[in-house]
């Protein structure tokens, strides 16, 4: 006789059993929580570095220019490299989720700090416009015009990367966790 073939009834996925998943009680949620909070650090750790580094490395682009080039040129090299600083500076020591509870500085030090943070970013969008407009207008006579891009595409990505890096809040996590006492 030829092969037998039996049929099976057909279940919809959500009718299985073997798709049902147990709630996770309070000692497994933290875990959870605790593990996803780990992998968050390691990788923001790891932006840090990455997107330090890189402009901190670009600044080599500009180094040349310095000694022979046009004072114009000169000028736009230093330019670049401040911009470059600013840019692993803000990378570096900008904190990804500021402080909410509006707290004073409570020294002078901490009103410079605050006053340099705040200014940075418009400062060196300004500087990055500057480059861009001399690439565009008066760069023709340098060997490489693109390198006055650098400064700005740097800007762009630091940004970016803080972006991405600050969207993940795991504190709305915590808030979904239920608070499950046992019997």
């Known amino acids: 006789m030829a092969a037998v073939r039996l049929r099976k009834a057909f279940r919809y996925p959500e009718d299985s059993d073997e798709n049902e998943r147990e709630e996770l009680d309070e000692e497994e949620q933290e875990r959870v929580i605790e593990q996803l909070q780990r992998q968050n650090d390691a990788r923001n750790a790891q932006y840090n570095i990455i997107f330090t580094a890189i402009p901190l490395l670009s600044i080599t682009a500009f180094i040349s220019p310095l000694w022979n080039a046009s004072a114009l040129d000169r ?23 500021p402080d909410r509870k509006g707290k004073k500085p409570l020294s002078v030090d901490d009103e410079r700090l605050t006053l340099v943070r705040n200014s940075l970013i418009p400062v060196n969008s300004g500087v990055c416009a500057l480059l861009g407009l001399y690439f565009f207008f008066g760069a023709g006579s340098t060997h490489w015009p693109a390198v006055y891009l650098v400064p700005g595409a740097m800007f762009g990505a630091v940004l970016l990367a803080k972006e991405v890096m600050r969207e993940v809040d795991l504190s709305a996590l915590k808030d979904l966790q239920y608070d499950y006492k046992g019997a």
Request: charged share 10%.
């Open 75 to 97: 000028l736009c090299s230093l330019l670049g490299i401040l911009s470059l600083l600013g840019t692993a500076y803000i990378m570096r020591e900008f904190p990804l989720h």
